[in-house]
């Protein structure tokens, strides 16, 4: 029951901007009339600390602190919610100043404030002027009540003083003022509730079920206990006083037990040293709703400033979603245990989309429904330190625990290098523990192990960074050689390796859809070029070991009727026909120019709908290929002579194949081939 008030009671009338303002607070700055709860929770967790701190500071104030709590009490048949604490409590003063900030002079200009602060989240602007003065003021978020109630009384006395005070509004023209001589030291909040349902389609707040809901969502770490009073089926007397219960409640009855909502169990605040993994692993599950194990668990914690506190994990397997356009990224946000948003997005890139945890800090630019974030200079800098710690944990994860990272990265390696195109800051980092394949065999230590009866295969290399390629490059070598391909048997068995492998030089093998993209964002590392086998003229002389001496070279221009016949043969294929110097084996390869698009980036384009124009590719013939040498030999023989126009169809065409690309009449090729059989 709300205490006994005497003395006449003061009424004042609200401006007439005020309902207007409240209009704006109910409807349009809160999206979700649970978050009255969590506000109104809010301030009475702020109130409780001010309470402990102001004991320690004035023995004088005679408070016991034995027991502060928060008390839900929901009245079903009366249609009436309660909160109250036994904390530090408002005078007069404080109440008119804190809760009439709507009724008091400049309630023009916060209405203003607060429209720009709508405007602002509506179109994606910042607008921390319109709401830095705003943010955790008492009666921003204690007018959220409104959303559910029709009427609004608050009772509170501050510690140290000997009369309370007593508001009242239906948030209409005017509110009440009156002394509460009675009052308890601390706050409540008694909401005469709206129905439930109805055309705002209301939960029920008065209801148990519904409370434990919202106190798990928004308040379950709140350091205070968050208590209630529920009842249960009372025990008959047998069973009863097997369980220890006086059988006093008659078989059949209820009994009232007081329950506390809130787990208090903040990890995040706690010394790693002080928690299980079996508690961090049931925390990872709780929040990302997966049931793997964490691979890493990360914890951060930042003093100065401004605080904050970092529990993050890495996840051990592949969420279903992860490469779905609809995934939602992004830790929890917290601000002093508050719950504020699921998947904030602003503290995370969307290249580290698979980390999950919870982020608390002690205060942040939050707009007035503290539901949207502010990009300011503070999330700017807790993202680049959530993203420099986590780059730190793969990178000693790679290091001390090879066998772990191989499956990690295996799973979430194209994933990390989409950072590689989009955050510059990060990149070093992340080059720093990107792996990638290359045509470098694994040594005998960098296998993994493997049991009996298990296979070995492409899986077992390691792989390697970009840094150790570059210690390993060849006499001679200044750029970093890569291939890109669809999957790795098809990139080493390219023709476009020959020359390489030939030599002894190490070439990089890309498969993953984003290498695509990366290396021409990237385009060098420590001024080392990054440069595709399969693009531009390539000339290894000088590089790497010597080639095994052959046959003479034969001279290119022995074959300058040939090419110039073949370019115009082939000229709705093929825009150039030349000689090749990276082909050892095969007869001919298609390369492209220097800035052209690899096939597989083009069919990559083509599968999002992207319309682009046929681009022509370059032939490069092997002079000292068989096949080559007779081609050459008949088209200086018999220019005219009807086979060589298959010939030169068949050999381009198995160019095309071998790189990966698509035949344009792929019918057509293959009767070419049965027929030549």
């Given at each position: 029951?709300?205490?006994?008030?005497?003395?006449?009671?003061?009424?004042?009338?609200?401006?007439?901007?005020?309902?207007?303002?409240?209009?704006?607070?109910?409807?349009?700055?809160?999206?979700?009339?649970?978050?009255?709860?969590?506000?109104?929770?809010?301030?009475?967790?702020?109130?409780?600390?001010?309470?402990r701190l102001a004991a320690l500071q004035d023995s004088s104030l005679g408070v016991d602190t034995s027991d502060l709590h928060i008390e839900l009490v929901p009245d079903a048949a009366a249609?009436?919610?309660?909160?109250?604490?036994?904390?530090?409590?408002?005078?007069?003063?404080?109440?008119?100043?804190?809760?009439?900030?709507?009724?008091?002079?400049?309630?023009?200009?916060?209405?203003?404030?607060?429209?720009?602060?709508?405007?602002?989240?509506?179109?994606?602007?910042?607008?921390?002027?319109?709401?830095?003065?705003?943010?955790g003021q008492f009666g921003i978020g204690f007018y959220s009540t409104f959303m559910v109630a029709d009427t609004v009384t608050l009772v509170t006395r501050k510690a140290g003083e000997s009369?309370?005070?007593?508001?009242?509004?239906?948030?209409?023209?005017?509110?009440?003022?009156?002394?509460?001589?009675?009052?308890?030291?601390?706050?409540?909040?008694?909401?005469?509730?709206?129905?439930?349902?109805?055309?705002?389609?209301?939960?029920?707040?008065?209801?148990?079920?519904?409370?434990?809901?919202?106190?798990?969502?928004?308040?379950?770490?709140?350091?205070?206990?968050?208590?209630?009073?529920?009842?249960?089926?009372?025990?008959?007397?047998?069973?009863?006083?097997?369980?220890?219960?006086?059988?006093?409640?008659?078989?059949?009855?209820?009994?009232?037990?007081?329950?506390?909502?809130?787990?208090?169990?903040?990890?995040?605040?706690?010394?790693?040293?002080?928690?299980?993994?079996?508690?961090?692993?049931?925390?990872?599950?709780?929040?990302?709703?997966?049931?793997?194990?964490?691979?890493?668990?990360?914890?951060?914690?930042?003093?100065?400033?401004?605080?904050?506190?970092?529990?993050?994990?890495?996840p051990t397997q592949v969420p279903f979603d992860l490469f779905s356009p609809d995934t939602k990224r992004g830790v929890q946000l917290y601000v002093r245990r508050v719950f504020i948003m699921?998947?904030?997005?602003?503290?995370?890139?969307?290249?580290?989309?698979?980390?999950?945890?919870?982020?608390?800090?002690?205060?942040?630019?939050?707009?007035?429904?503290?539901?949207?974030?502010?990009?300011?200079?503070?999330?700017?800098?807790?993202?680049?330190?959530?993203?420099?710690?986590?780059?730190?944990?793969?990178?000693?994860?790679?290091?001390?625990?090879?066998?772990?990272?191989?499956?990690?990265?295996?799973?979430?390696?194209?994933?990390?290098?989409?950072?590689?195109?989009?955050?510059?800051?990060?990149?070093?980092?992340?080059?720093?523990?990107?792996?990638?394949?290359?045509?470098?065999?694994?040594?005998?230590?960098?296998?993994?192990?493997?049991?009996?009866?298990?296979?070995?295969?492409?899986?077992?290399?390691?792989?390697?960074?970009?840094?150790?390629?570059?210690?390993?490059?060849?006499?001679?070598?200044?750029?970093?050689?890569?291939?890109?391909?669809?999957?790795?048997?098809?990139?080493?068995?390219?023709?476009?390796?020959?020359?390489?492998?030939?030599?002894?030089?190490?070439?990089?093998?890309?498969?993953?859809?984003?290498?695509?993209?990366?290396?021409?964002?990237?385009?060098?590392?420590?001024?080392?070029?990054?440069?595709?086998?399969?693009?531009?003229?390539?000339?290894?002389?000088?590089?790497?070991?010597?080639?095994?001496?052959?046959?003479?070279?034969?001279?290119?221009?022995?074959?300058?009727?040939?090419?110039?016949?073949?370019?115009?043969?082939?000229?709705?294929?093929?825009?150039?026909?030349?000689?090749?110097?990276?082909?050892?084996?095969?007869?001919?390869?298609?390369?492209?120019?220097?800035?052209?698009?690899?096939?597989?980036?083009?069919?990559?384009?083509?599968?999002?709908?992207?319309?682009?124009?046929?681009?022509?590719?370059?032939?490069?013939?092997?002079?000292?290929?068989?096949?080559?040498?007779?081609?050459?030999?008949?088209?200086?023989?018999?220019?005219?002579?009807?086979?060589?126009?298959?010939?030169?169809?068949?050999?381009?065409?198995?160019?095309?194949?071998?790189?990966?690309?698509?035949?344009?009449?792929?019918?057509?090729?293959?009767?070419?081939?049965?027929?030549?059989?």
């Amino acid at each position: 029951m709300s205490p006994q008030t005497s003395g006449a009671a003061e009424t004042r009338e609200f401006q007439a901007e005020t309902r207007q303002l409240l209009d704006l607070m109910i409807h349009s700055i809160y999206s979700n009339p649970d978050t009255f709860l969590r506000e109104v929770i809010s301030n009475s967790s702020d109130a409780l600390d001010k309470l402990r701190l102001a004991a320690l500071q004035d023995s004088s104030l005679g408070v016991d602190t034995s027991d502060l709590h928060i008390e839900l009490v929901p009245d079903a048949a009366a249609r009436t919610l309660t909160i109250r604490d036994n904390g530090i409590g408002m005078s007069r003063d404080e109440v008119v100043d804190l809760i009439g900030t709507l009724a008091r002079s400049g309630t023009g200009q916060m209405r203003e404030a607060l429209a720009a602060a709508r405007a602002a989240q509506e179109s994606g602007e910042v607008s921390e002027q319109a709401t830095a003065d705003l943010i955790g003021q008492f009666g921003i978020g204690f007018y959220s009540t409104f959303m559910v109630a029709d009427t609004v009384t608050l009772v509170t006395r501050k510690a140290g003083e000997s009369t309370g005070t007593r508001w009242a509004s239906s948030g209409e023209d005017t509110y009440t003022i009156e002394e509460a001589p009675d009052a308890p030291q601390g706050t409540s909040v008694i909401l005469q509730l709206k129905p439930a349902g109805g055309d705002a389609a209301l939960p029920d707040y008065a209801e148990e079920h519904t409370l434990r809901r919202v106190v798990r969502t928004y308040s379950d770490f709140i350091a205070w206990p968050i208590r209630m009073d529920v009842e249960r089926p009372a025990p008959g007397d047998e069973e009863g006083a097997a369980d220890g219960e006086s059988g006093d409640a008659p078989a059949g009855g209820t009994i009232t037990e007081t329950v506390t909502l809130n787990s208090q169990k903040a990890l995040w605040t706690r010394p790693k040293s002080e928690v299980t993994d079996e508690e961090y692993a049931e925390f990872y599950r709780h929040i990302s709703h997966a049931w793997d194990e964490p691979l890493e668990t990360i914890t951060l914690k930042a003093e100065g400033t401004f605080e904050y506190q970092a529990l993050l994990f890495l996840p051990t397997q592949v969420p279903f979603d992860l490469f779905s356009p609809d995934t939602k990224r992004g830790v929890q946000l917290y601000v002093r245990r508050v719950f504020i948003m699921d998947d904030c997005e602003e503290l995370v890139p969307p290249f580290l989309r698979f980390v999950k945890g919870i982020v608390d800090a002690q205060d942040l630019s939050l707009n007035v429904s503290r539901e949207i974030l502010q990009q300011d200079r503070q999330i700017r800098a807790i993202r680049k330190r959530l993203v420099k710690r986590v780059l730190q944990t793969i990178e000693q994860l790679r290091n001390d625990r090879p066998e772990e990272f191989r499956s990690f990265w295996a799973n979430f390696g194209a994933v990390l290098k989409e950072g590689l195109i989009s955050d510059v800051d990060a990149r070093e980092q992340l080059l720093a523990v990107s792996t990638f394949a290359s045509t470098r065999p694994a040594t005998a230590s960098e296998k993994a192990p493997k049991g009996e009866g298990e296979k070995t295969g492409d899986d077992d290399e390691v792989g390697t960074t970009i840094a150790d390629y570059i210690s390993r490059m060849a006499d001679g070598q200044e750029e970093i050689y890569y291939l890109t391909g669809t999957s790795r048997a098809a990139v080493e068995n390219s023709p476009h390796l020959e020359a390489f492998r030939a030599r002894g030089v190490e070439v990089l093998i890309l498969t993953d859809p984003v290498d695509e993209v990366w290396v021409d964002a990237v385009g060098e590392v420590d001024g080392k070029r990054l440069r595709s086998v399969a693009k531009g003229d390539v000339d290894l002389s000088g590089i790497g070991g010597e080639v095994e001496e052959g046959k003479d070279e034969p001279d290119a221009a022995e074959y300058a009727d040939l090419l110039t016949w073949l370019g115009e043969e082939l000229s709705d294929e093929v825009k150039q026909v030349r000689l090749s110097h990276r082909l050892t084996e095969s007869a001919a390869c298609m390369v492209g120019d220097e800035f052209d698009m690899t096939p597989q980036l083009e069919a990559m384009y083509r599968a999002s709908g992207m319309e682009l124009p046929v681009s022509k590719r370059i032939l490069e013939l092997n002079p000292t290929h068989p096949l080559v040498e007779r081609l050459r030999a008949r088209h200086a023989e018999d220019p005219s002579a009807p086979e060589l126009k298959d010939t030169a169809r068949l050999i381009s065409g198995a160019a095309v194949l071998a790189e990966g690309g698509t035949l344009s009449d792929p019918a057509a090729f293959a009767k070419l081939l049965v027929d030549r059989i």
